[in-house]
């Protein structure tokens, strides 16, 4: 199982990014997927997740109205779009996917990416 996160990188505060993640090994539309951060010094917490058909998804109060998750099942891929970011979203952001619950919950998934680096600066 791999999952590839991509697309983090420097973006000013207000500005946007475009996450993806890219997964194999798994039979992907049967996977939640889920959005993760972890800031320095910092615990990983949740940030977006989507339900196996993409009805369903769940945001952190800090990024709704900001961020969006989506999918492309025909592409084995999950996406974040994060705009009006803020410098309280400097973090690495994790892409995770969950065979069983759609969850805020870190121990809900079972596999994990490696992670792609946002930057804001004010």
């Known amino acids: 199982v791999q999952l590839q996160a991509f697309g983090g990188g420097l973006a000013q505060a207000g500005g946007f990014l475009r996450l993806s993640c890219a997964a194999s090994?798994?039979?992907?539309?049967?996977?939640?997927m889920g959005w993760f951060r972890q800031a320095p010094g910092k615990e990983r917490e949740f940030v977006a997740a989507m339900s196996w058909s993409g009805g369903t998804t769940y945001y952190a109060d800090s990024v709704k109205g900001r961020f969006t998750i989506s999918r492309d099942n025909a592409q084995n891929t999950v996406y974040l779009q994060m705009n009006h970011l803020e410098p309280e979203d400097t973090a690495v952001y994790y892409c995770?996917?969950?065979?069983?619950?759609?969850?805020?919950?870190?121990?809900?998934?079972?596999?994990w990416g490696q992670g792609t680096e946002v930057t804001v600066s004010s």
């Open positions: 090994g798994i039979t992907f539309s049967r996977y939640v």
């Open positions: 995770a996917a969950s065979r069983v619950l759609l969850s805020r919950s870190v121990s809900a998934y079972d596999y």
